[in-house]
């Protein structure tokens, strides 16, 4: 391996500092603490667990946070009243509702009814507008993330090309957008590559800036990679292996190890971009409270 090892883990820990210290001056000013509420519809384990991990994130950065679990066959009348009781909740500054959810429920529905202003996941079309406008607002928590990884690791992106594999409005789109945009951690010259993209290794050999986020693992191989590119990789997948404890191991869209023999940074997975987006949500909310204050 040559390139450099960006790590996630390293990063995102400094940035959950730097919010543990903002939550602290806002409660030492007598404003309320910052204020996460979480709804969670259902039994889905990995679900369960990465609210359970967000709510621990809450209480290690001194927030204040609820969780409203709510049965699989909630209605969807039921679960817009939780979202607009929480918009409503002065001591809440963000609101998250954990997907996928169930079938008969809208996702698209719901994410509408949470108030811009307290929509820290990003996802409303307001927040999406706003972005794409350049106008201060949320952007989705994970490619937030994996412009911070470029920015505190010294990664240059004004005036290069960067290649953006991946189109989903979560990651691959917000992502583009945060690289063109003007200002830090932007100033690319962006390329989204997607399923219908011809000669994707083509696009890719291009970039000096490659993000994968299409979910198929190893789709990014080491001779799509320009020699020195930073390579971010924020797919998670599942690869059965019978020699680990749980039969299975995390890997990414890349295929890591011929990726690092050729790129000049690289996310791991995992430990590269996943512990940014907690780190970033935790951001998100600290910053909606500073907003609040200043009215």
């Not at 910052?34 to 889905?44: E, H, K, Q, R, T």
């Not at 927030?63 to 969807?76: A, C, K, R």
């Not at 979202?83 to 809208?106: C, E, F, K, T, W």
């Not at 789709?219 to 799509?224: L, Q, S």
Request: charged content about 20%; proline content about 6%; aromatic content about 2%.
């Amino acid at each position: 391996m040559s390139a450099k090892l960006i790590d996630g883990k390293k990063i995102a820990a400094e940035v959950r500092e730097e919010v543990r210290l903002g939550a602290a001056e806002l409660v030492a000013k007598g404003h309320a603490a910052p204020g996460l509420g979480v709804i969670l519809v259902g039994d889905n384990p990995a679900s369960k667990a990465y609210v359970g991990s967000k709510t621990k994130a809450c209480k290690e950065a001194g927030f204040h946070s609820v969780q409203i679990d709510l049965p699989g066959d909630v209605s969807e009348a039921g679960l817009l009243a939780e979202v607009q009781r929480l918009n409503n909740d002065p001591a809440i500054h963000g609101i998250l509702v954990q997907l996928p959810l169930p079938a008969h429920i809208s996702e698209r529905r719901v994410i509408e009814t949470i108030s811009p202003d307290k929509d820290v996941d990003g996802l409303t079309t307001i927040s999406a507008g706003r972005l794409a406008s350049g106008i201060p607002g949320f952007v989705p928590c994970t490619p937030l993330g994996v412009q911070q990884l470029l920015i505190r690791s010294g990664i240059k992106t004004a005036g290069v090309h960067a290649v953006v594999v991946g189109r989903s409005n979560l990651v691959g789109k917000p992502m583009a957008q945060l690289l063109v945009n003007k200002g830090k951690g932007g100033d690319a010259t962006v390329t989204v590559c997607h399923s219908r993209t011809a000669d994707l290794g083509a696009v890719c050999r291009q970039a000096d800036i490659l993000v994968a986020a299409i979910g198929k693992a190893h789709a990014i191989t080491a001779d799509m990679i320009k020699p020195g590119a930073t390579v971010i990789d924020v797919g998670i997948n599942k690869l059965e292996d019978p020699s680990t404890p749980k039969g299975y191991r995390l890997t990414g869209d890349v295929e890591f190890d011929g990726a690092a023999a050729v790129a000049g940074a690289i996310t791991p997975v995992p430990g590269g971009v996943g512990p940014m987006t907690i780190a970033m949500l935790l951001s998100n909310t600290l910053e909606s409270a500073i907003r609040r204050v200043q009215g």
